[in-house]
């Protein structure tokens, strides 16, 4: 029986092996606003909490879009699974262009559940400032200029999800654009 005990306790220990941490935030706060034009210091608002987080422009007419459908398969295979006590996060690296209204009508045309999921953004600076620090590269493209004389540019930017624990810890990285929901699911189940 005790051996029993030891296999299970050791099993349980190397469990949460699998995921070691890849990154934090280095004691770093950031004054940031939610969709709801709330200022919120980020990463302290997602403290005790497990997170899922991807990088996004709302202008993007690929990656952003599949990342961000992926985001809502999770929520949807968490909150089905009765899974709690995660928080999904959606920075734009475009701020200039992504007020929190612009971020409020992307969540309602993409018919986001925003009950555990925040879009963020904030002063340029400041989210270059994160987006650097997690390795996220996100550099202006080409851009199209309509009759009318408004003007869309897109980026080439890093396309990822990623999931940190409740320490604020970055456990794992995955590519949003085709992530495997049963792995990320079988992740967080791993950190709670």
């Known amino acids: 029986m005790k051996r029993l005990l030891l296999f299970v306790l050791l099993s349980f220990s190397a469990c949460k092996e699998k995921l070691p941490v890849v990154d934090d935030f280095g004691?770093?706060?950031?004054?940031?606003?939610?969709?709801?034009?709330?200022q919120v210091l980020f990463p302290d608002i997602l403290k005790g909490k497990i997170v899922v987080m991807n990088y996004i422009f709302?202008?993007?007419p690929d990656i952003c879009p599949l990342s961000t459908n992926n985001m809502r398969l999770i929520q949807q295979r968490l909150k089905k699974e009765k899974i709690e006590n995660v928080q999904f996060v959606s920075l734009s690296f475009d701020p200039e262009f992504d007020t929190p209204a612009v971020l409020t009508k992307f969540a309602e045309?993409?018919?986001?559940?925003l009950s555990n999921w925040m879009f963020l953004t904030g002063n340029k600076s400041v989210t270059d400032a994160i987006i650097k620090k997690v390795g996220v590269l996100a550099v202006p493209n080409d851009s199209t200029v309509f009759k009318d004389?408004?003007?869309?540019?897109?980026y080439v930017h890093t396309d990822r999800i990623q999931l940190s624990d409740a320490d604020g810890k970055i456990r794992k990285n995955y590519k949003g654009s085709t992530i495997n929901v049963d792995e990320?699911?079988?992740?967080?189940?791993n950190l709670l």
Do not use: E, M, P
Request: hydrophobic share 30%.
């Open 58 to 60: 709302t202008n993007c």
């Open 149 to 154: 004389g408004r003007k869309i540019y897109y």
């Open 184 to 189: 990320i699911v079988g992740d967080i189940k």
């Open 109 to 113: 045309i993409h018919s986001l559940d």
């Open 27 to 38: 004691g770093a706060h950031y004054n940031l606003v939610n969709q709801n034009n709330q």
